[in-house]
């Protein structure tokens, strides 16, 4: 748990006795699918789920963009999300005239991104996979965005991210803490990625977290940095900057955790000045202006307004207003420590290549 704050950390310890009714609706929910009083339903395709026991950023987008990229082109990839704080319910695919409001931000980013790929939002997962694949019956694997918890699918292979400066074993339940399912529900991935982690983490910490984990014997673990690329302007993309001890930084945010960027910034810029909203902010015309006056209010001549990609794609919609002002965007990317990279994709790829293997047996035995 993260008590950085002793605000904070009041309320959350008032919160205390709301934890334990919390715990006991998850435990209960989950002894009910481990008995097999609720059903789990499986899926004649891979599914690839990343997703957390815990609330807060640990890094889903980047590593679903990564398994993207890893398998594009070998295969039709769909990506399905729930499509956090959009404006539409049910099920909605990603088209050509769709925008975050109509499918949330992170599944817009992967759009943007990824505009040949699937892209489907729903809140129920179970119900969203048929008419994703009525939709795209070509799909040759669904990545499940953000689904851990959701048991009513079962997905042949789960990764699990938990971050490294507040990792689940050291975590305590919603809202006191941060987690939204039982530690011992990481016992269901099969893969566990400890993102975030410092780019020289040591082999005897690396030991250490892997010992306070304790992987079960089909659980692999891996650990990941944040790799930051060059910037480009929101609207042109082919427009890009550098940020170095010259450059002062308004920093706009509405993302869950932004404490490794502005670490980030705070190594690598002049300074930075910091905007600070809500995750998945919808930001308003106000915003806008009071990001443009907050700017105007830096006096520095060499400076830059910078954002994430995922609050980009809720930035953009200002569109010609943002033409005049270098506004600029920052990718990020995991990258495997220990280089591990290799090991990471030849099990993704040895995941994909047995199950197809053994429903094509399967399916030639009928």
Request: with cysteine; glycine share 4%; charged share 25%.
């Amino acid at each position: 748990m993260n008590f950085n704050f002793p605000l904070l950390r009041t309320i959350r310890i008032l919160l205390f006795p709301f934890s334990l009714v919390y715990a006991l609706a998850v435990k209960l929910r989950n002894w009910c699918f481990d008995k097999k009083l609720f059903s789990s339903t499986s899926f004649n395709l891979p599914v690839i789920c990343i997703g957390n026991v815990a609330v807060g950023g640990t890094g889903k987008s980047p590593m679903v963009e990564l398994l993207v990229r890893m398998l594009k082109d070998e295969y039709a990839v769909a990506v399905l999300s729930r499509g956090y704080k959009r404006k539409t319910k049910g099920y909605a695919l990603a088209g050509e005239s769709t925008s975050a409001l109509d499918i949330g931000d992170e599944p817009m980013q992967f759009h943007t991104k990824f505009p040949d790929i699937t892209v489907a939002v729903g809140e129920e997962r179970i119900v969203a996979i048929p008419q994703l694949l009525h939709d795209r019956p070509e799909t040759d694997v669904i990545l499940l965005d953000d689904a851990f918890q959701h048991r009513a699918v079962k997905a042949g292979l789960n990764i699990l991210l938990t971050d490294y400066s507040n990792l689940y074993t050291r975590d305590w339940w919603l809202p006191s803490g941060d987690l939204r399912d039982s530690a011992r529900s990481a016992r269901r991935a099969d893969v566990v990625v400890v993102t975030k982690c410092p780019e020289e983490l040591s082999l005897e910490e690396r030991r250490a977290i892997a010992t306070e984990i304790g992987p079960a014997p089909h659980q692999q673990i891996f650990f990941t940095s944040i790799r930051y690329a060059t910037p480009y302007h929101i609207l042109r993309p082919a427009d890009t900057t550098v940020i170095d001890d010259q450059v002062e930084v308004l920093l706009v945010t509405g993302i869950a955790n932004p404490a490794p960027l502005k670490r980030w910034l705070n190594d690598h810029s002049k300074t930075y000045y910091e905007l600070a909203y809500s995750d998945h902010h919808i930001f308003s015309i106000d915003d806008w202006q009071t990001i443009v006056r907050r700017f105007k209010s830096i006096p520095a001549a060499n400076k830059i307004i910078l954002t994430t990609e995922k609050d980009a794609v809720r930035l953009i919609k200002f569109g010609q207003e943002l033409e005049d002002w270098p506004f600029y965007v920052l990718p990020i990317a995991p990258q495997f420590l220990f280089e591990d990279g290799p090991r990471f994709t030849d099990l993704i790829i040895k995941f994909i290549t047995d199950f197809n293997s053994s429903r094509d047996a399967e399916q030639r035995t009928e």
